[in-house]
């Protein structure tokens, strides 16, 4: 009972709009009260939003390659340089995919792939100068910091040169994947080759300082603990107080048995009362 007064306390400290620090959220993901914690997620987001509607946008996600250079065990998408079913997405068959959106009322596209060991910065500038040829009007919200990380690798430049550079040829935000659990503990475990979390802070970081705005994403349910994706949490306000440029979070839950490899050692079906995405709004 004790426990429960307490988990109602913080609630109304959230709802009063001061904010909660990190063991202050784990107290409520911890608590298994779904319908207290909805219901103070919502009269937050009615006093941040107390329009009578929520907006949306039309877009689509298009995937130019799924050859990658890192090892994710939790990826189906994925395939090796060496691996017969690696793709390039032909430059027709994307700029199509574009006009179908267009023709549907889409105004952006979502576009992400892997980590090519091949193609240089200007292949990425010439597809984005291609893209707004065509479609000058289409928002490209287009590649993960992981791949940003990559490119700077691949053509040896600054970090800041090369955001520079894809903004002149068109790109419009960066959309938050391959975040993951930004915990290098749990980074370390799931996938090899790819961005750290300071780094993957980094590229939105410096892409918040050239203008840019961007999103976030967690992947939440496989090896990280219930402390883990509070960090997680945490480490985005922070830079979210630092830039303000984020526009949105995203918290996908890990489907067990949707990867190639199969469930992993700690793969389970995470339970709704541990649903992350109430704790989001509630940290502030």
């Known amino acids: 009972m004790i426990a429960q007064l307490k988990i109602h306390d913080l609630l109304d400290k959230a709802v009063a709009g001061e904010r909660l620090d990190p063991s202050e959220g784990l107290q409520l993901l ?6 207290a914690l909805g219901r103070a997620a919502d009269e937050i987001t009615r006093r941040l939003h107390p329009e009578s509607y929520r907006t949306y946008n039309i877009d689509r996600n298009i995937n130019y ?11 189906a998408f994925y395939r090796s340089p060496k691996s017969s079913e690696g793709y390039v997405l032909d430059r027709k068959v994307l700029l199509e995919k574009i006009q179908e959106t267009v023709e549907l009322g889409g105004d952006q ?6 980590l090519h060991p091949e193609f240089k910065l200007e292949w990425y500038e010439e597809l984005l100068q291609d893209i707004k040829r065509h479609f000058p009007d289409v928002n490209i919200h287009g590649f993960s910091p992981p791949e940003i990380h990559h490119f700077t690798k691949i053509a040896k430049l600054p970090l800041e040169e090369v955001l520079q550079r894809l903004q002149a040829a068109g790109l419009g935000s960066l959309p938050g994947g391959g975040a993951e ?16 979390s300071t780094d993957w802070l980094n590229v939105s970081r410096v892409w918040h300082r050239l203008g840019g705005r961007s999103s976030a994403t967690m992947m939440f349910g496989h090896v990280e603990t219930l402390a883990e994706r509070i ?14 440029r984020f526009f949105g979070v995203y918290l996908l839950d890990f489907s067990v048995g949707a990867h190639r490899n199969g469930p992993g050692p700690h793969g389970r079906v995470v339970r709704v009362f541990e649903d992350p995405r109430r704790i989001e709004a509630l940290l502030g």
């Open 30 to 35: 911890e608590s298994n009260d779904l319908s």
């Open 109 to 114: 596209i979502l576009l992400q792939g892997g």
């Open 231 to 244: 960090e997680h949490l945490d480490r985005l306000r922070q830079l979210q107080d630092e830039t303000g």
């Open 181 to 196: 659990i930004l915990v290098d503990r749990v980074r370390d475990e799931i996938t090899r080759g790819k961005v750290n």
């Open 65 to 75: 390659t799924n050859i990658c250079t890192a090892v994710c065990d939790f990826c």
